[in-house]
Nanobody
Framework: QVQVAESGGGLVQAGDSLRLSCIAS????????MGWFRQAPGKDREFVAS???????YYADSVMGRFTISRDNAKNTVYLQMNSLKPEDTAVYYC????????????????WGQGTQVTVSS
């Protein structure tokens, strides 16, 4: 059974940086793409970034150039480095693992964490 757990959220000011972490267990971590998504109050969950098993990264236009996704397979962990944060980045951030190994691009994220709150004040 796959388990995914996010951490690192918090309250920051506009322009600050924050790094989210996500650890996954239950499958061979290095074989699967990982992704970050977010959901703001009253809005649908949206894609933020993903990284494939071979370290290819994909980003939403809204975070391109500000956020960086990376992974450490030795620690079964994926990171989301968020710089130049804006109030519109405020959301619950979710980490997820792709359902099938060795996908590039990722196909379907099926294992989700509980989320971590990021609040950016103006």
């Amino acid at each position: 059974q796959v388990q995914v757990a996010e951490s690192g959220g918090g309250l920051v000011q506009a322009g600050d940086s924050l790094r989210l972490s996500c650890i996954a267990s239950g499958r061979t971590f290095s074989s699967y793409a990982m992704g970050w998504f977010r959901q703001a109050p009253g809005k649908d969950r949206e894609f933020v970034a993903s990284i494939t098993w071979r370290d290819r990264a994909y980003y939403a236009d809204s975070v391109m150039g500000r956020f960086t996704i990376s992974r450490d397979n030795a620690k079964n962990t994926v990171y989301l480095q968020m710089n130049s944060l804006k109030p519109e980045d405020t959301a619950v951030y979710y980490c997820a693992q792709d359902s099938i190994s060795y996908n590039d691009p990722p196909v379907e994220f099926s294992s989700w964490g509980q989320g971590t709150q990021v609040t950016v004040s103006s």
